[in-house]
């Protein structure tokens, strides 16, 4: 039998959480909070592709050993079939993001920003599990 889904990459997974958490109003709130040195998805696992839907998706904010403020979001679990079979990690950030201001609104703003988009992508992925095995 043969599969003809198009398997999404973390990339596109992670920009169509981004797109509907930047519509949120808390989104827009926890940008005025948190200016942004820059955001991206690591370069390791952006064209990996999500082939399951059996992980967390784990957003928070941390001070960074260096300076300034880190944003994290992370999947926990197994969302390629590497890891089905048992190979690979099993978890992988897939979003990193920096601030480098380190007053408490933009701690707040930074953890707002990664838990919104962690939501976002949880959404995503359940109205959408017909692209996952």
């Known amino acids: 039998m043969e599969n003809n889904k198009k398997y999404l990459t973390v990339q596109e997974l992670v920009m169509a959480a981004?797109?509907?958490a930047s519509e949120?109003?808390?989104?827009?709130?926890?940008q005025e909070r948190c200016s942004l040195e820059y955001s991206m998805v690591p370069t390791a696992?952006?064209?990996d592709k999500?082939?399951?839907c059996s992980f967390d998706t784990?957003?928070?904010?941390?001070y960074g050993a260096n300076e300034?403020?880190?944003g994290c979001i992370e999947f926990r679990g197994l969302w390629n079939n590497r890891q089905k079979d048992g190979n690979g990690g099993q978890t992988a950030e897939v979003f990193v993001a920096k601030?480098?201001?380190t007053t408490k609104d933009a701690y707040i703003g930074m953890a707002m920003m990664m838990t919104l988009i962690s939501f976002h992508l949880d959404e995503f992925v359940r109205e959408?599990?017909?692209?996952?095995d």
């Open 50 to 52: 999500v082939q399951l």
């Open 99 to 101: 601030t480098l201001s």
């Open 68 to 70: 300034g403020i880190y």
């Open 58 to 62: 784990i957003g928070y904010a941390e």
């Open 24 to 30: 949120d109003p808390f989104y827009k709130d926890a």
């Open 18 to 20: 981004i797109q509907r």
């Open 45 to 47: 696992c952006e064209k």
């Open 128 to 132: 959408n599990l017909s692209r996952f």
